[in-house]
């Protein structure tokens, strides 16, 4: 192994679908050089934290349960006639605490009308208020820790079939089973729905969550 | 997806050290045709389950921490007058169980008299006795059930300043103070050695902890 830089780029853009890997000892510029080289590839999804860079590629079943998910979202949202935003898989980096990672959906909501129409720096900016995670292999850096760090308030995962919310507390995320963004929303009611996307596509999945809001929404 | 077949080679061979690349649906042949066309690359590590491969290339500061839990298992080996044989890094794979991986380093201890002499052959002898993992990033523990599925009865493991100890208990291994193959040593004696190892150096850790031996074996 000698030490002539390594061509990272080349690496990642040769990795197959679902496949991940881990680089040490990476410097904050180099992540930024990447990241900035990439251009925010859909293909791709990168996290840094203290010198470790993990790259995880996508898969198609991935992206289904990622696209499932931002429905149900946008269903939750037309439905209160709320305003958001998303800035769907963007790269959320901080300077300041020299931490980033690409969430495969966020969302702002409560801070939506503080970023609609804006070029969003998170050095400036709020963090969405909302960010998605699809984990079909168990990621080994950890995630949360960088979300903590960048302050996203609440977190969906969905994981082994599952969809779990979670809420930052301090430094830290708990599981939730309520969201924050949506308060009369369970974490089972996703699961459900998601269950029902994979199994019967998204618009029966669609149908039934319009139903189910209509009848469990709270009046405005 | 599409049916090229991934250059799996042509990645790894880029690879910087300490890197972790894991590919999913991977067929048991390709594991077998990569590790033909890999041979005794010492600074790689490749594991295979069921359809995922991990490959791992190996750091200075990896091989450093290595070459010392060696060293110390090669010291109680004089004090003890003990016969061990490893083979470091050598794959071992199950072609039943579709599983496979590689250790950084490996020790036939209780059955060292049953593969000395012999042309190692893992289907039909008993796995090692001990193997070593040394994680400096990522993520061994998807090793474990490999090690589990191989039947290795102890494991030693360092992690974030610490070498932890485990024993295969039915098919899954539980953490344990004490080493099966040398009961009067502990993960945390093992530990400060170690330490001992990186800021001292090889020599003088390897001298401080035979006298620890001397005074300490049964």
Not at chain 2, 5 to 19: C, F, K, R, V
Not at chain 2, 145 to 159: D, F, N, Q, S, T
């Amino acid at each position: 192994m000698i030490a002539v830089s390594t061509n990272y780029l080349s690496i990642i853009e040769a990795l197959p679908p679902d496949a991940m890997t881990i680089f040490r000892n990476l410097a904050w510029e180099e992540y930024k050089s990447i990241v900035k080289a990439l251009g925010n590839a859909p293909r791709f999804r990168m996290a840094y934290d203290n010198g470790t860079l993990q790259i995880m590629t996508t898969s198609p079943k991935h992206e289904r349960i990622k696209m499932l998910l931002g429905w149900l979202v946008l269903e939750l949202v037309k439905a209160a006639g709320q305003p958001f935003d998303s800035i769907g898989s963007t790269t959320l980096m901080n300077d300041n605490v020299r931490k980033g990672t690409e969430p495969d959906d966020c969302y702002y909501l409560q801070n939506a009308s503080r970023v609609i129409g804006k070029d969003i720096d998170l050095n400036i900016d709020p963090p969405p208020d909302l960010a998605i995670e699809v984990d079909l292999s168990s990621p080994s850096l950890k995630k949360f820790p960088i979300y903590a760090a960048l302050g996203v308030p609440e977190l969906w995962r969905h994981k082994r079939g599952h969809v779990k919310f979670y809420q930052l507390e301090i430094s830290d995320y708990e599981e939730i089973s309520q969201s924050i963004a949506f308060p009369f929303l369970s974490s089972d009611i996703i699961t459900e729905h998601v269950q029902i996307g994979l199994e019967q596509g998204p618009m029966p999945m669609l149908r039934s969550f319009a139903d189910w809001i209509r009848t469990n929404q709270p009046d405005a | 997806m599409i049916a090229v077949s991934t250059d799996y080679l042509s990645i790894i061979n880029t690879l910087p050290p300490g890197a972790t690349t894991i590919f999913r649906n991977v067929s048991w042949e390709d594991y077998e045709t990569l590790l033909d066309e890999i041979t005794d690359e010492p600074h790689i590590r490749i594991s295979y389950d069921d359809g995922v491969l991990q490959i791992m290339t190996i750091s200075t500061d990896h091989e450093e921490l290595t070459v010392l839990i060696s060293i110390f298992i090669r010291v109680i080996e004089d004090e003890l007058r003990l016969p061990i044989q490893s083979y470091r890094s050598a794959t071992f794979k199950k072609d039943r169980k579709r599983k496979g991986t590689e250790p950084d380093d490996c020790f036939y201890i209780q059955n060292a008299d049953k593969v000395i002499g012999k042309k190692l052959d893992i289907q039909t002898d008993p796995p090692p006795d001990l193997a070593i993992e040394v994680d400096l990033s990522s993520p061994s523990l998807l090793k474990f059930p490999i090690y589990a599925a191989l039947g290795v009865p102890e494991l030693w493991r360092y992690k974030n300043d610490d070498v932890k100890f485990y024993k295969l208990m039915d098919e899954e291994y539980e953490e344990t103070d004490r080493s099966l193959a040398f009961p009067f040593l502990t993960s945390e004696v093992l530990t400060q050695f170690l330490l001992r190892g990186i800021t001292d150096g090889q020599t003088v850790a390897k001298w401080a902890f035979a006298d620890w031996v001397k005074v300490n074996k049964p």
